[in-house]
């Protein structure tokens, strides 16, 4: 009999390609969630689904009765609470898996260590919140209740991916720099550049996720991020390179995108301070990540079949009134 992974989410992004890399080694997979979104494995044999909400306990438990699963992955544990509570409700699996997040981190040190860097606190108000102020926050007290578990006896990791692009990735955040690029001859960029901010694609946190399912230790957390971290300028290179474009990256200073009304943050994926994870941890584990230009080609070729254009960022018209302002428009 196939082993069997418990999928806490699973059909939307990283949850999804999640399912995908347990299901091609051979795992039996229970996804678990509310049903709110479409299920891409519907027509999957190996491939079943419990509807429940994850953050009611009883439901979360009655699925653990009735599973008794060998892996869980967490892909939506969002409070402390949560986490919490699957460690307890899954104390017996081979391995619980928690997604926390690069944002964990409370000091901006480059690179960012486990077990070495400092994690954010977390105030009891922020454990119940639920806006993005809180979210680093909120992943930190979810780390510290996997290490809790770890103490316990309870088989439990987890994993700090930074910002995840790749296939049906839906907070637009990357599109937004493909359909400009794709669009376009000229954008602008923020800055001059040379903004570093590490980045992951989303197949590799799935290998991640049962790399360190099967090879991970008890109370350790591993950073997961792609193998070399290109500054945005050169992110724009890439994405031109694998979209069989040429592009013009107009950049542009805070005081030059005040013109307009804009600031350097208003752009996705742009950082201010450095953000570097070190990732040794998890390749000692025998992880690799995947090359930028496999990872682009599929990431550009789900997009173009997507509807997706991007959002949060400045709209071509702002964008092309700037460009006007630096005398970069014909």
Known sequence: MSE???????????????????????????????????NPFADEDRVDHVEGDRETEADLRRAGLDLSPDVVVDCIAYRPRDVHAATDIFADADAYVYISSGDAYGAERVPKRE??????????EAATDDSPETYGQRKAEGDRAVFAAADRGVNAMSIRPPVV???????????YWIDRIETHDRIVVPGDGTN???????????????????????????????????????????????????????FASERELG??????????????????????????LGWEPTSHEEALAATVEEHRESERTGRDGPDRETEERLLDVLGTVE
């Open 196 to 250: 570093l901010r590490h980045l992951v694609y989303v197949a590799d946190v799935a290998s991640a996720i049962r790399t360190v399912a099967e090879e991970g230790a008890a109370g350790e957390a591993y950073n997961v991020g792609d193998g070399h971290v290109p500054v945005l300028g050169e992110w724009v290179e890439l994405i031109a390179d694998a979209c069989g474009v040429d592009v013009e990256p107009t």
């Open 115 to 124: 077990g070495e860097t400092s994690l954010k606190d977390c105030p009891v």
């Open 4 to 38: 069997h992974a418990l999928v806490i989410g699973g059909t939307r992004f990283i949850g999804r390609h999640t399912v995908r890399e347990f299901l091609e080694a051979g795992y039996a997979v229970t996804v678990f969630n509310r049903g709110d979104h479409e």
């Open 165 to 175: 692009y790749g296939p049906h990735d839906y907070t637009g955040r990357f599109d």
């Open 259 to 284: 013109t307009v009304g804009r600031s350097l943050d208003d752009f996705p994926l742009y950082r201010d301070y450095p953000h570097l994870l070190e990732t040794s941890r998890l390749r000692s």
